[in-house]
């Protein structure tokens, strides 16, 4: 019997180690996760980190908000795109530190989630990162939500599923190798996949990644998700994207093949193609190819964050995340400022952290540079 899934979630975040630094102590993950739900009541973990332009990176099949920054294999991803960008995580349904009793993984569902974490964290524009399975779920979003999405990236991703109306047989051996071994201790079966996403990877990161197959999700999610992904076409929506767009993905990719980027670079209008010279779904840390990759992100987010100024930031503050950072400027404690506006105190830590977030600080001297930033306004 698999473990319960919330019993799961609670114990990673307890027990799971804190990330190594440089000289061999531990730090806590510099984010905070937080939940909405989504528009049928499933409950949703998202996490902020980083300073810059928001990025949102909608989920790709295998996410866990805590036990990525972990991983050898993710981590690189986190720290790095963190130092350019207002960096915005979130398991999907069924997945990570989302619920796991989900009986819809729908293309529309899935859609819907994205669209309710938007509007949670009540930004009026941001940019998107689609990686791999995630990629339809933020070309979809990006074509009925033109006025909301200020640059697109899609990375490793494709607009069309591969096995319909029926699958293959190899299709077929897959999900029945989930079925055989994805809550196993032995990783025998998900090394399968651990192959096919990172090739290039050292035992190390493959253990990590199989790990994290088993811990992010159930068995019957991952088939279920993975069958629900293969039945996906949107090119008809990619001719209405009207945001930037910049297409990466590795010539070498088993996962997703290159043709599938260029099929979407051609029905993007002026999106720009750019493979990365890697046989790695997901790219490593030590390769060329994601050096390329962050050159590329740099490059492309620099026009969000000039447009981005802590003025602009301000402007995008609600009536009540305004209300609250002029109590704490007052010195007031989140508690006091909870009692002050009837609120309860997670309520005031949420507006903070979208106050944050919106005017692109992090860390911990975030309350203390919002404030600045609201008083040199008042000032002005």
Not at 51 to 65: A, E, I, N, R, T
Not at 129 to 138: D, F, T, Y
Not at 329 to 338: D, K, M, Q, T, V
Request: overall charge negative; aromatic content about 6%.
């Amino acid at each position: 019997m698999e473990p319960s899934p919330h019993l799961m979630a609670r114990r990673t975040m307890r027990d799971m180690p804190s990330a190594p630094t440089a000289a061999g102590s531990v730090t806590e993950p510099p984010q905070r996760i937080r939940f909405c739900r989504g528009a049928d009541g499933v409950r949703l973990a998202y996490a902020a980190h980083g300073s810059g332009p928001p990025l949102l990176v909608v989920s790709c099949w295998l996410s866990h908000l805590q036990h990525d920054w972990q991983s050898p294999v993710w981590r690189h991803f986190l720290e790095d795109l963190g130092r350019v960008t207002s960096l915005i995580r979130y398991d999907e349904r069924g997945f990570g530190l989302s619920d796991w009793t989900v009986g819809d993984f729908s293309l529309a569902a899935r859609v819907a989630d994205l669209e309710a974490i938007v509007d949670e964290l009540g930004l009026e524009r941001l940019s998107l990162l689609g990686m791999s399975g995630g990629s339809p779920v933020a070309m979809a979003f990006a074509a009925a939500h033109p006025e909301r999405v200020e640059r697109l990236v899609i990375y490793g991703g494709s607009p069309l599923g591969r096995h319909t109306p029926s699958p293959t047989e190899r299709e077929l051996a897959f999900r029945a190798m989930i079925r055989a071994g994805w809550a196993q201790e032995d990783p025998l079966f998900r090394r399968v996949f651990t192959n096919i996403f990172i090739p290039g990877a050292s035992e190390e990161q493959m253990g990590w990644f199989d790990e994290l197959q088993r811990m992010s999700t159930s068995t019957d999610n991952a088939v279920e998700s993975r069958t629900a992904r293969q039945e996906v076409n949107i090119t008809d929506q990619l001719p209405r994207i009207a945001a930037p767009t910049l297409v990466l993905h590795a010539r070498g990719d088993l996962a997703t093949p290159l043709d599938d980027a260029r099929l979407t670079a051609s029905l993007i209008p002026h999106a720009r193609l750019v493979p990365l010279e890697s046989s790695n779904h997901i790219l490593l840390a030590h390769e060329p190819a994601w050096r390329a990759f962050m050159e590329e992100m740099t490059a492309f987010m620099a026009p969000a964050a000039a447009t981005q100024p802590s003025g602009d930031g301000l402007k995008q503050l609600s009536a009540r995340e305004r209300e609250v950072l002029r109590l704490a400027a007052e010195g007031r404690s989140n508690a006091e400022i909870a009692e002050a506006l009837v609120l309860s105190v997670r309520t005031v830590e949420h507006h903070l952290s979208n106050a944050y977030l919106k005017l692109g600080i992090s860390g911990r001297t975030a309350r203390t540079a919002a404030v600045a930033s609201l008083l040199r306004s008042a000032d002005a």
